[in-house]
């Protein structure tokens, strides 16, 4: 069974552009999380979407959105990049919000300059 | 709000040497709770889990205890490898993933 992919894998970016980025869950999974990784905060949670519905957010501004097909797929926005934007972004799948363990993409590296 | 403390790094180890990283976590209720591995340049994977007070999780010569009493999950394990050379996180999970800072570590041969 195929892992999480995401896409693209590296990514560079100025100041005031917008960012998609793209998660494939794995077969069966219909939850989607996001997690921005940077060396200062570490892991923080941004979203998590279930049956194309948004069920929980973090403390990120407005800039930041996701959605979610109804295939599970999932894409995270964000517009009017700054440079503190640069981090790795990590996308995690489960079955469903009430499963214990969830599994990760590698990660989009994205770089603002 | 809850949240996870976990101890900070570099932690530096000869191979063979027993390792112990500490976690303790804030919590309403009683969250699962995660070690997760990451190796460089790679996502993140579960390492183990445990999702009652007293559960003990294994994995890969890895044990951590889930302990209300004190409110900790302390990742150990007996022979380190320099193969295990990774940065640990350590997490809890009510109705979303809280992570701790995660812990460099560091395995010399």
């Known amino acids: 069974k195929a892992g999480v992919t995401q896409t693209p894998r590296y990514l560079i970016k100025t100041r005031g552009q917008q960012v998609t980025l793209s998660c494939s869950p794995i077969s069966g999974h219909r939850s989607v999380s996001w997690y921005q990784q940077t060396p200062g905060q570490g892991l923080q949670f941004l979203f998590e979407?279930?049956?194309?519905?948004?069920?929980n957010k973090g403390n990120f501004p407005g800039r930041f959105s996701g959605r979610q097909f109804s295939n599970s797929r999932s894409e995270m926005n964000v517009s009017t990049l700054e440079l503190g934007d640069s981090a790795l972004y990590l996308c995690?799948?489960?079955?469903?919000?009430?499963?214990?363990?969830?599994?990760f993409g590698p990660g989009t590296r994205l770089t603002v300059l | 709000g809850n949240s996870v403390t976990q101890m900070e790094g570099p932690v530096t180890l000869s191979e063979e040497a027993f390792l112990t990283i500490n976690c303790t976590y804030t919590?309403?209720?009683?969250?699962?709770l995660f070690w997760y591995v990451q190796y460089p340049g790679e996502g993140l994977q579960l390492l183990l889990k445990a999702t009652k007070a007293d559960d003990k999780g294994s994995n890969k010569g890895f044990e951590a205890t889930y302990r209300k009493e004190t409110t900790s999950f302390h990742l150990e394990k007996g022979s380190v490898q320099v193969s295990d050379s990774a940065v640990y996180f350590c997490a809890l999970r009510d109705d979303k993933i809280i992570f701790g800072k995660g812990t460099r570590l560091h395995i010399l041969p």
């Open positions: 979407y279930f049956s194309e519905t948004q069920r």
């Open positions: 995690a799948s489960s079955l469903d919000p009430s499963s214990h363990e969830q599994f």
């Open positions: 919590a309403t209720g009683y969250p699962s």
